[in-house]
């Protein structure tokens, strides 16, 4: 066991990869001699060469698109798109072509690229910095999605990625960068699975579901509702995309009630594909309905008033009083 | 005929002259590399002539019967759209001697990324033509594996395939790198990125050639401009050649007469050698027209003159050829009877094959959308075989 | 009233445009001469000339770029993109630019851009024309998203999607542009406002919401079921993005039972953001859970097996089985 | 010294000579506009130094003084960032001579599209340097209205704006028509679009230089190459001078000595009256360097030598025009300690404004989501207002 931060998780993470995987390699801006805006893969030029850890031009759908090529020729490429607001020049590489040539090759050939972006907001930072378009990649089928919430997921979850066979969009809770936890570089532990989500607390009167960023928020919501006599039960979805709603219902067949948290908007987010489907599979057993809370149906705002716009304590407990009193 | 100036071999980024700036699209350059002219003669230019003489009398009937098959191929396939057997179809008429020169100068080693009307690469490259028609039919959207002979499938997003392109040459480069370190003597590889006039236009172009000229990656973009972007002339996708547009990149950047087979194929020998010597990426304009409509949904009358049309017929590459192998004795009237023969009985074969094809189920769909394990996919499938098996049991009920 | 089809009553409504704004103005691939793919913008060219209906280069990017400009110099741009499955390279000009601008100048500058995009499937066509992928753009705060399923309103909706002071996706339900419909060209009638649900046919039993190409599949449906004795209502949504909410929540508070029904994929689709919020409010009128039937989560299959792809009438008859037996 | 060979007024299409494409971007091309060089010296040129008499020496003391108000804002700005009163600060030092110089060449009726660093563009355009800092203060994504100076908000994803810049240069040529038919004499107008040697590489600047080139739009592609984007160095975006891309559309492409003032005015002059006069696009590169980090967030230290920047220094703008005003007699010591006090004036009062300014209330991001009414705002803004009382209330029970 070791102490680290997610950041430094991931650039363990990667490290162990570009070991392991010959065929791995690094591209996007900046990544190179700085290291990367956040510093996500600090030394890894140094340690593993101009080939392996390519600074590129510009250009994101550039990135996605060599990266495309080289998996087409038998790489594992890792594409760092440098914050969530500057995805969109690359969508059309990865919606029309990233997630859909396994299936229109009938199977033939396999393009296992990662594409990591740090997301989401809280950290006062200027426009396009502080998004989280997790549900615009959902919809597409062919991508799966992952975001860790802690730096032992961290650390396993971005090597899974690079494993796995199929196109996989890391989203990095870029607040949490600097959140140290005990990471088991030995052993995956019950993190073998990066698309299983996990019960992080458990509890008996409601259920609240959050992802990356929002998992210590839920935990503190939780924490604080136990004080106020209420058992609630978190759990860290881990995989976006597919979602493991099996786990999600065994728990919300328990509590009862259900109350899905995440940055993003909540109009078209992905928290609403969660309410349907738990409300379809547990329909008899809600007592409430599933609760969203999430961001507004604006712009992200400015930094000055993000705390008014984000998910935080006070708003996922005002949910969890609607759910317990309804 | 081609004054075209080239880099000393070697020498690393020094740009080709390519035609006059101020030149309009519209009308061909002035300068354009040609070898056979329309009339059947050949010419010479400075560096290609050299490439064109290594052509053997066996090759060039081969691209006399090539394009002759892959012109009957597009009447039949034309045809079985007519009649109903095909969604669409995409005619390559006029554009034969830009496909089946180029094609002929790639390697089996070189890997190509088309866009959707490469049928004469596509033939060279010996994909199954009646495969190549699944798409076409509504049965699959790649009939062929691409790895076999290197040759990818066809990309509808118009320019998307041009970064894997790069990316591709990108990834032979570190294998060449690899295998030179262990001593291997593989054959040097290039990949060859097929686009349009139209598609030109499109960013990823741009940023292809960015990548491309960044880490000099072997890869030789050949740009088909064919006039028209279904009802778009190419005139309003640039007001001088396309050739130029490698000037702002500083690799080649050559534009030549698409309808003059030996020519292209000579440019196109050039360049992915080039490429594959490591020094760098090449653009290509094959200054070529669509003689036909953009397919078979498409009216051409709508846009522009049918005069247009009966020049470029004129210029047509076959006839071209036609002419130079009679002139030079290379090809008597029997050569030309057995091309129309083989032309039509592949015709015949690949009619046959494609009414034969097998219609896929939803299920193939389910089971590709990814390579590993996944519950929703599991699950709906599940959901759809309850679903279908009710109307079975409906059905049996009804009997 | 005069009887046209649906591609006509667009054209129309273009025509109508053209003529009483002299700020609009069109633009895209095809659309000039030749008239769109679809004939849509046919003739238009000859009456309004060059410079009012635009062929553009072939790039989405620009074409929706160029048009935000041409707003901000206090032009009305209609744009084309020829297919849905195109409109993906301008994905980042709509989602960072266009949807944000109005936002971004506190106000100060309105975009008023109005996006064509035929789309939907049924018409066997090849990769990338038939997709439904209006849930990319509803996630997005900013945008409005709407689509007539009848030539009443396709000539009604798109010249107040041109006169909204907001960006306007407009969706052509591309397999509905042959289907003949009355249009009163004096009078809107209750399709003066673009952002109203309707309901298409009443009924008790249970509420069928669909939009688009669906809208007569819906019907179809409920008057099946109605010859085993159910009582359907059908809501055509006209309006993706706002979803009038309340007269759906009131149907349903009536009827107690919902399907929803749309074309694009059922994960990360509208249809979940309809059935959260209506299980929200209206959790204790609902007796059964709501049912969405859209598309798998697959990419468009190929045409020769897009029937067992597309919601037809006897998926949402299954559908409505299953509620109303609940 | 500029050897730059131009169009002839008057004649269309044919390209300047820009430097040699052989040259690699890492450094100074041969050939690239130059009149005032780094020993303060005036050279000349052919074609600008007609432009460069035109300058009155009140102008010339106008450029330094205001490039000096823009580099003592701009340690203002850094300051403010340190001490936590912005987020985030893009220092601009070293890239004023590109601004400034560019910036005077505009007119009242030209409309300026920014991208993020153009602060010397905007005090030339007269916006309020305060407002400016909204934006870095995290209460504003645009701290000014774009229409009352012409001048466009900062866009910060890279490249993004330059197709709204040809966007409405279209709508310039569509006014200028339709004002031209109805007799009316405006003065003619033209759009800048400023952008970086990193977004240079991105897709959107190629799909602009395509619509501007199609529809001759009067636009000038103003691109400061600054050697860097971020910590990439720009010869990663391109191995040859990026004026050269221009040659690929056809149009007029550029490469000024991005610190000599009078070079930039200059060339800027010369490019908006060939887009206005309606001869089309002109792309401009300047050819400066970012002598501090990229923001304040950036360490500079991680990947580049410092014995680089200090090169640079020796280039400055700044210094080279002082130079040349003192030795021509057109400013003495009174002038630039009057300058300097103006800035120090400036600095104190952006600074005063700066620490005043009202914090925004998330009430006005409700308010411009959308220009006309939408429930689900106004129903998440009611439901704000309940959750927000409830907060107020629970405050006042405690009290
Ligand atoms: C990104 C994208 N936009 C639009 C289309 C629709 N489309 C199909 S073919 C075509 C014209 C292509 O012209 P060009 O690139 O010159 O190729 P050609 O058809 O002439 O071979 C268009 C606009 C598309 N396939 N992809
Ligand atoms: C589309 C996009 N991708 C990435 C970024 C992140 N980013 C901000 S500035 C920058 C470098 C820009 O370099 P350049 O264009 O040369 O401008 P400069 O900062 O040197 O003025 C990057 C990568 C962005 N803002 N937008
Ligand atoms: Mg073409
Ligand atoms: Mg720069």
Sequence with gaps: ?326 | MGSTQLPTPGTDGILAEVPSAGAVSGEPAAEMVQLLGPDGKLGTDPVFSDYAKRIEPEQLRRFYADMAKIRRFDQEATALQRQGELALWVPLTGQEGAQIGSGHASQPQDYIFPTYREHGVALVRNVDLADLLRQFRGISNGGWDPRENNFHLYTLVLAAQTPHAVGYAMGIQRDQKLAEASGSTEPKAAVMAYFGDGASSEGDVHESMVFAASYNAPVVFFCQNNHWAISVPSSVQTKIPLANRAKGYGFPGIRVDGNDVIAVHAVTEWALEHAREGRGPVLIEAYTYRVGAHTTADDPTKYRESAEETEWRSKDPLDRLEKYLRAEGLADDAFFEQVKADGDELAAQVRATTLSLEVPDIRSSFANVYAEKHPLVDEELAWFEEYSAGFESDEEAAN
């Design chain 1, 1 to 326: 066991m070791t102490t680290m931060t997610i950041a430094k998780a991931i650039n363990e993470g990667l490290r162990a990869t570009l070991k392991n995987n010959p065929k791995s390699l690094l591209m996007g801006e900046d990544i190179g001699p700085l290291g990367g805006v956040y510093r996500v893969t600090d030394g890894l030029i140094k340690e593993f060469g101009e080939d392996r850890v390519v600074d590129t031009p510009l250009a994101e759908s550039g990135i996605v698109g060599t990266a495309i090529g080289l998996a087409l020729r038998g790489y594992s490429p890792v594409c760092e798109i440098q914050f969530d607001g500057f995805v969109f020049p690359a969508f059309n590489q990865i919606t029309t072509q990233l997630a859909k040539i396994h299936s229109r090759t009938n199977g033939r050939c396999t393009v296992p690229v990662v594409i990591r972006i740090p997301y989401g907001g809280g950290i006062g930072s200027i426009e396009h910095h502080s998004e989280s378009p997790e549900a615009l990649f959902a919809h597409t089928a062919g991508l799966r999605i992952i975001s860790p919430s802690n730096a032992h997921d961290a650390y396993w979850m971005i090597q899974q990625a690079v494993e796995c066979q199929d196109p996989v969009i890391f989203f990095e809770p870029k607040r949490r960068y600097w959140l140290k936890g005990e990471v088991d570089v030995e052993n995956a532990g019950p993190s073998s699975d990066p698309f299983q989500a996990h019960i992080v607390r458990e509890g008996s009167d409601a259920t609240i579901v959050a992802y990356g960023p929002l998992v210590p928020v839920a935990l503190a919501a939780a924490n604080a509702a136990a004080e106020d006599g209420h058992s609630i039960e978190v759990i860290d979805l881990r995989s976006i995309s597919p979602i493991d709603f099996d786990t999600v219902e065994a728990s919300v067949k328990k509590t009862g009630r259900l109350i899905v948290a995440h940055e993003a908007p909540t109009f078209g987010g992905i928290g609403g594909e969660i309410a349907a489907r738990i409300s379809e599979r547990a329909f008899l057993h809600l007592e409430a309905p599933v609760i969203r809370v999430g961001g507004f149906h604006m712009p992200y705002p400015v930094a000055k008033v993000e705390e008014d716009y984000l998910p935080d304590i006070d708003k996922i407990l005002e949910a969890l009083d609607r759910s317990l009193a309804y």
